[in-house]
């Protein structure tokens, strides 16, 4: 799995958007980016995954670069409830490719 | 859809008990995985299973810890005999793909004393 690097912390105010960045400059051509997050005392929650194309759900928006050597998980309208460990992780979507989780980046969400 | 089940919530044993850990996975998922949270290491994911048949144990840490998914509605992860570097949260994960749309349980949370 090509490794991510992502920012530690970062901080966001209620009803901003919160823009979380992703460095994978070695992304091979077949690895989708995914996105997860990790609410304190809770277990890991899929968030929107893609290959080049960028990508909406309810949730969230993934924008990845031209290049794909990097992206960004846009939370629209950040609330307190987003307050967890963003963590993105590149993975191919074959075989036996599992995830692995890096470190995260910690959003706190600032009423 | 109740999601994935893991029991106990919690567990406190002493050191060199036997521990047993549940989880029911998604019905109709075919992918389950075990994974471990602590402080120091983070996620790490200990086994992963498909169909019931064991594809990946490279995370095990060694021996004490086995797996075992008899049926497509239930594994255990057991540690014999536990000891107190054990103490940490334990996830199961179910999915109908290897790596996408993973949903996770609540976790046990383990003590070893």
């Known amino acids: 799995d090509a490794k991510t690097t992502q920012p530690t912390s970062m901080d966001c105010a209620e009803g901003r958007a919160a823009n979380l960045p992703c460095n994978h400059s070695?992304?091979?051509?077949?690895?989708?980016v995914y996105w997860y997050r990790q609410i304190h005392s809770q277990g890991p929650q899929y968030i929107i995954h893609?290959?080049?194309n960028n990508e909406t759900n309810e949730m969230a928006s993934l924008i990845i670069t031209e290049d794909r050597k990097s992206s960004t998980l846009i939370l629209p309208h950040a609330t307190l409830r987003d307050t967890a460990v963003y963590y993105c992780i590149v993975s191919a979507n074959f075989g036996n490719e599992k995830l692995t989780f890096g470190t995260g980046t910690r959003l706190t969400i600032i009423p | 859809d109740a999601g994935v089940i893991q029991s106990p919530r919690h567990e406190v044993t002493e050191m060199g008990q036997e521990v047993t850990l549940r989880c029911k996975p998604i019905s109709g998922h075919d992918y389950l995985f075990w994974y471990r949270q602590t402080m120091m290491r983070g996620l790490e994911l200990l086994i992963y299973f498909n169909n019931n048949v064991p594809i990946d144990d490279s995370g095990m840490p060694e021996d004490r810890f086995s797996a075992k998914m008899p049926n497509a509605s239930f594994s255990t992860l057991k540690i014999q005999p536990s000891e107190p570097r054990d103490s940490a949260v334990y996830f199961c994960?179910?999915?109908?793909?290897?790596?996408?749309?993973?949903?996770f349980g609540s976790g046990t949370r383990l003590t070893v004393v």
């Open positions: 893609g290959l080049k």
């Open positions: 994960a179910s999915s109908r793909t290897v790596n996408y749309g993973y949903t």
């Open positions: 070695t992304i091979s051509g077949n690895e989708y």
